[in-house]
């Protein structure tokens, strides 16, 4: 666990950290070391959890998350679904309907005239063709929606869907101004409610 001491990062690594939240129990965070050699960029999660999530450049683009769940915390279920059908993961579990491809404009969105000369790095270059591929894909290649169907529980009610969404209002407040004691608390507040009316419900 990281605690409020980030180490540096070992030699020929970049070093990724989670943000972590106080009132968690263990708050270490979590952390993701990806060697300089491969070229990646880092992605914003908007969750509660202590998690940090990154995308790599290799024979193809990989997203990475590492997550860490305190023994002592509850997690909530709904945490986690949102963590993995966010926009940050959701290249990955969509389908492309292939067959319906307008590759004529793919191939027009494609045509660079750039090469690898004429970027800083191979790693700039990398960077900028595999988003190159990855925005014309998603300009002339139709999807699926990318989201597994939702299992309905009978026990869902109103409450739960104001509680949870307080939670999350909270949260996303806190994340934005982490440094604010009144809005840590706030936060404390209203997860403690949501687990309650979930626990309850």
């Known amino acids: 666990m990281l605690g409020d001491y980030i180490p540096a990062s070992p030699p020929a690594y970049s070093a990724l950290y989670s943000n972590s939240f106080e009132g968690q129990g263990h708050h270490g965070g979590s952390a993701i070391l990806v060697h300089r050699d491969i070229p990646c960029t880092s992605l914003e999660l908007d969750t509660p959890l ?56 793919f191939r027009e969105l494609t045509s660079s005239v750039s090469s690898v000369a004429d970027f800083g790095s191979s ?45 999350r209002a909270a949260f996303s407040c806190l994340r934005h101004n982490r440094g604010d004691p009144t809005l840590l608390e706030d936060f404390r507040r209203a997860r403690a409610r949501a687990r309650r009316v979930l626990k309850e419900a």
């Open 123 to 167: 790693d700039e270059a990398v960077t900028y063709f595999a988003d190159m591929l990855h925005t014309a894909a998603l300009n002339s290649i139709p999807r699926t929606s990318g989201y597994f169907p939702k299992r309905p529980v009978p026990w869902w009610s109103p409450v739960c869907t104001t509680a949870v969404r307080e939670k």
């Open 50 to 105: 202590q998690a940090v999530a990154v995308k790599v450049f290799m024979d193809r683009p990989y997203t990475i998350c590492s997550l860490y769940l305190p023994p002592s915390v509850t997690v909530e279920r709904g945490d986690l679904n949102r963590l993995v059908r966010g926009p940050s993961f959701s290249l990955y579990f969509i389908g492309w309907k292939l067959e319906k491809a307008k590759w004529q404009f």
